[in-house]
DNA sequence: CGCTAATCTAGAACAAGTTTCAGACTTGAT
DNA sequence: ATCAAGTCTGAAACTTGTTCTAGATTAGCG
């Protein structure tokens, strides 16, 4: 049975671990509970590819990722909290990839609008991953705050990267929720089928122009 | 054990029970039948209205409303069924108390704010009730698509009936969507406590200003 | 090296959603 | 009144998320 059992540690130390994004002060992991971790969220996302939400079973990510069932929920304390960090982990990926290549729009809504169907092509190649990682985000209750509202934040950095906009108005800050709101549920339209894509595409132009009325000068 | 064994049911007919709101055509319900129904609607909103979605537990479910477990699976095929069957239940009772005292504002922008806060307040008196409701709703998969889909009707025609439009354009049928997103989104994000009401509040506001944007005449 | 605390592992156990089954009851038709 | 089909019941079984436990391993430290 001990299909992953001879991994033979070496070092540990902390006493809690909990699912971050980039580095937020934190117990440290040692590099073997870095490893663990990665290949944890690296399992997560694999099963996710094929499947969505209802593939990654627990047993199977602790399997995938040889770690036992215990050291899995040590650190992630559900399967909920694993995804959204695989999602935040997926973002963290996302929002590198898209600032490489800034959106050429002329106006804060075009260019806004233009990275979210960006972002949006990316999950349709990954629609059981979308799946997953978008239900698992907006089916989360308290005990997941902080980690959803991190990604949360990640998604915030994206569309105010996209804006231009430095230091945005509270009025801006307001739209640019609108926005995420938009985002958020219209992929879930779009996961479950009950919107297409072209829907999808619509509503986000549509919510984008909160950003005109808000900013009127571009730049 | 047999607490509700007692019935003595008379009369049956149909094959296939399927969670409907007013009187779509399907398989007529006898009158045991409809009242085995809405007993279990009873019993699930019931228990939503203590402890949430976790509270609402099928077994529990068949028990208060007298019904074996089988039975309350052959009227709603899943827990997700059942619930967003609740909600489509609750919506109805909700858009007729709306229907009665129609909004006050000038623009159909405030009006839709209006009414969209009018039912938040609903809402906010039984916290976990809107929970249950509304996690089912986002966590809904495609099995559940006509379900969700009728809900998201009835909501557009409160919207729809807030404005007082009679044949919106397609432009202010994308604005109404939006709305919807928004409304579901901030519901969520209130109900995991990551914002106020306050905040809801603003969302709401922000984004009916799409309304105006697509209909200067309110009239 | 030898000790102590923390971590990890394998596996059992538990909880709640879902499925399945045999049998009792109802219904509608003959 | 009787029969065939469909429905309901009670209970067990199965699945997957989550918790718990005993023992092995490791790390940090004198």
């Not at 996710?48 to 069932?69: K, N, P, T, W, Y």
């Not at 995420?180 to 996961?191: D, G, Q, Y």
Request: hydrophobic residues 40%; proline residues 6%; positive net charge.
């Amino acid at each position: 049975m001990p299909a992953e059992a001879k991994v033979s540690a070496k070092v540990n130390k902390p006493a809690k671990v909990e699912a971050r994004a980039a580095a937020p002060a934190s117990p440290p992991l040692t590099e073997r509970q870095e490893a663990r971790r990665r290949r944890i969220l690296h399992a997560s996302a694999q099963l996710a590819s094929r499947g969505g939400f209802d593939a990654v079973q627990m047993r199977e990510v602790a399997e995938s990722s040889q770690v036992a069932l215990g050291t899995l929920y040590r650190y992630f304390p559900s399967k909920i909290h694993l995804l959204v960090a695989t999602m935040q982990d997926q973002l963290e990926h996302m929002h590198g990839t898209l600032r490489k290549k800034p959106p050429q729009g002329e106006t804060a809504a075009e260019r806004v609008a233009e990275t979210l169907m960006r972002a949006f092509r990316a999950l349709q190649r990954e629609p059981h991953l979308a799946d997953a990682m978008v239900r698992a985000l907006t089916f989360a209750d308290r005990s997941v705050s902080p980690e959803v509202d991190q990604v949360s934040r990640q998604t915030t950095a994206i569309i105010l990267d996209a804006m231009g906009q430095e230091n945005p108005t509270p009025e801006q800050l307001s739209a640019v929720r609108v926005i995420e709101h938009t985002w958020h549920s219209a992929l879930i339209t779009w996961l479950s089928g009950r919107a297409s894509i072209a829907q999808v595409k619509i509503d986000i132009e549509t919510v984008c122009r909160l950003i005109d009325l808000t900013a009127p000068a571009p730049r």
